[in-house]
């Protein structure tokens, strides 16, 4: 009797989902919200190269947001990157997944292909562009130099109205293939009834696509946009081994910023108070853009 | 007027074409790995013609793929190292464990959320995947200072629990959407017949998900082997991983292109054999679960 019931006390113990759930929490509160009051805490101190130590500065890291020119750069590149990297994904990423939705032989081959650019590292991938992107020895400047795009033996990479193109191809390369997987997915599970409809009514292929096709994939749009979205904002490996940032503030992420505050100029206080306002922004457009369409996990 | 056919052939033509110029720059970055460095630096950029060496590979990794055993582990003049072996370990270690315990952690939490309902679920999720919408430097800054304090800069122990935390998130809502697709019926079936919950989980439901765990645990390690940000924060040289070490590549002098190569197609190689593994749950997997395939 002793025994049956330490068993279904024991088994009552996994009917509540707590247990299940315990591991987590603990990791979740420990390294993601901890760090995140630590980080509140910080905003409100800087370090003193002076007095060697952390001082208590209270609004200050805060009010010189408001009166930061670097802040202000590195917003501008952030949001321009952001905006841009995604419209060449989103129209590339669908062109593509239209023309290798099909079965032709050997279209099998070319989706597995593309998944390869995926599991590079981006620190990787920025290196490789570094060298494609060469002045005098990348083959990049070399066919932009034979086919007259630019001029003899220039950087792309130091030249104030290149520099972000030359970092959005890295990212544009790497990470259209994301788009096109997901897009196939989302058209291979299209009903086939409207298309057969349309095709009767002879309606134009532009037409079924802009009325048929992608109101459609609307969901499976909205979620590779928030994904991509979320990464977009925080880019940081592509200008930390290509540009560091420069020339000027011309690929200034906002996460290099912070970063560069906090472990290259020793503003420990500053650099949290930036990291901050990254994680502000990202959660607010993130869960903005969630709630208007209705994406729901 | 263009026959279908012909629009056809056409069509193949331009999707290999397309896809070519997306394979390019790995075939470039392989093609470097085996150049001598005079061949990296030819002008114009020689892209076919090249005598294949496996040198940068013997650097990188301080054996002797040829004949004679010289002592490969030079230290460049700029202050860098070419011996890399050691950072290809240390990515595995962390690479390993962090997934063992991200989805060890993600699978139990998630049977919960799929099988059980408590007041506050949606909120629940909702706060797991905002995780995932942290910027890394924002979590980087203050584990920087965290670990420096209780000793866990430069550890394995700080790096795995960084890089668990950043795939808990997928993993959580990954395998609940593996779960998700097992009907209940058969878990009630079972408690009808008296099996407890913990029982149900191990011996049947867990059995059922294998796919799907191992597609989780398959995308955990790529992306802690892809990772950079929080490696380059949080160690501070004993331990390092790949994309991290190949930065360092970059000397004053220069940069070591045919090494960094030799060790970024090195690495890339479990990586494109493991993705090509779980092609099937692939789109599942980049969007967290919202989308089957």
């Given at each position: 009797m002793a025994v049956a019931n330490l068993t279904r006390r024991r088994s009552a113990l996994f009917d509540h989902p707590l247990p299940w759930l315990l591991p987590l929490i603990a990791i979740l509160a420990l390294l993601a919200i901890f760090p995140l009051f630590y980080s509140i805490w910080l905003s409100f101190y800087e370090w003193s190269t002076f007095n060697r130590q952390l001082e208590f500065v209270g609004w200050r890291n805060w009010a010189t947001l408001f009166d930061d020119d670097r802040l202000s750069a590195s917003l501008i590149v952030t949001f321009s990157y952001f905006a841009i990297a995604l419209s060449f994904e989103l129209v590339l990423g669908m062109g593509l997944a239209l023309l290798l939705d099909a079965d032709h032989r050997g279209f099998g081959f070319l989706r597995g292909a593309l998944t390869?650019?995926?599991?590079?590292p981006p620190a990787v991938a920025g290196m490789m562009f570094l060298l494609m992107e060469d002045a005098e020895f990348g083959v990049i400047t070399y066919v932009l130099q034979t086919i007259g795009l630019i001029d003899r033996g220039t950087p792309i990479l130091a030249t104030p109205s290149l520099a972000l193109a030359g970092v959005l191809l890295v990212e544009i390369w790497q990470w259209t293939p994301f788009m096109v997987l997901i897009f196939m997915a989302g058209l291979r599970s299209l009903p086939t009834e409207p298309f057969e409809a349309a095709l009767i009514d002879g309606a134009s292929w532009w037409m079924t696509f802009r009325r048929i096709t992608l109101p459609m994939m609307g969901k499976v749009i909205a979620i590779a946009v928030l994904i991509r979205g979320i990464d977009l904002f925080r880019v940081f490996d592509y200008v930390f081994v290509m540009t560091s940032g420069g020339p000027g503030t011309r690929t200034f992420s906002l996460s290099l910023y912070a970063w560069q505050q906090t472990f290259s100029f020793v503003k420990w206080g500053y650099g949290a108070t930036l990291s901050l306002v990254t994680l502000a922004i990202v959660l607010v457009i993130a869960n903005l853009f969630i709630w208007l369409t209705k994406v729901r996990w | 007027m263009v026959g279908p056919r012909y629009a056809s052939t056409v069509r193949q033509i331009i999707a290999w074409l397309l896809v070519a110029l997306f394979v390019f720059p790995i075939y470039h970055w392989v093609t470097v790995a085996f150049k001598t460095p005079k061949e990296i630096f030819d002008k114009p950029p020689n892209v076919w013609r090249f005598t294949p060496t496996v040198e940068n590979f013997e650097q990188v990794f301080g054996?002797?793929?040829?004949?004679g055993f010289g002592d490969v582990r030079e230290v460049l003049p700029g202050g860098g190292n070419f011996y890399m072996a050691p950072r290809v370990w240390d990515s595995i270690v962390i690479a390993v464990f962090s997934t063992i315990l991200a989805v060890t952690v993600a699978t139990l939490a998630s049977y919960a959320l799929s099988r059980m309902r408590f007041r506050g679920q949606q909120h629940f999720v909702n706060w797991v995947l905002s995780t995932r919408m942290m910027p890394p430097v924002a979590v980087a800054i203050p584990m920087f200072f965290l670990f420096k304090n209780v000793g866990l800069l430069d550890t394995y122990t700080g790096l795995i629990l960084v890089h668990s935390l950043m795939n808990l998130p997928l993993a959580v809502l990954l395998m609940k959407s593996f779960f998700d697709d097992i009907p209940k019926e058969i878990d009630e079936s079972a408690t009808i017949d008296g099996a407890s919950r913990w029982l149900i989980f191990r011996r049947i439901i867990l059995p059922m998900a294998k796919g799907g765990l191992a597609a989780t645990a398959v995308l955990a390690f790529i992306f802690s082997w892809t990772e950079f940000l929080f490696v380059l924060t949080l160690s501070q040289g004993s331990i390092q991983t790949v994309p991290v070490a190949s930065s360092t590549f970059v000397t004053s002098i220069g940069t070591a292109w045919g090494n960094m190569a030799a060790l970024g197609t090195a690495s890339m190689v479990p990586a494109f054999l493991f993705i090509l593994l779980v092609q099937k749950h692939l789109v599942r997997g980049l969007t967290l679960g919202s989308l089957k395939q």
């Open positions: 390869l650019t995926l599991v590079i | 054996i002797s793929l040829g004949f």
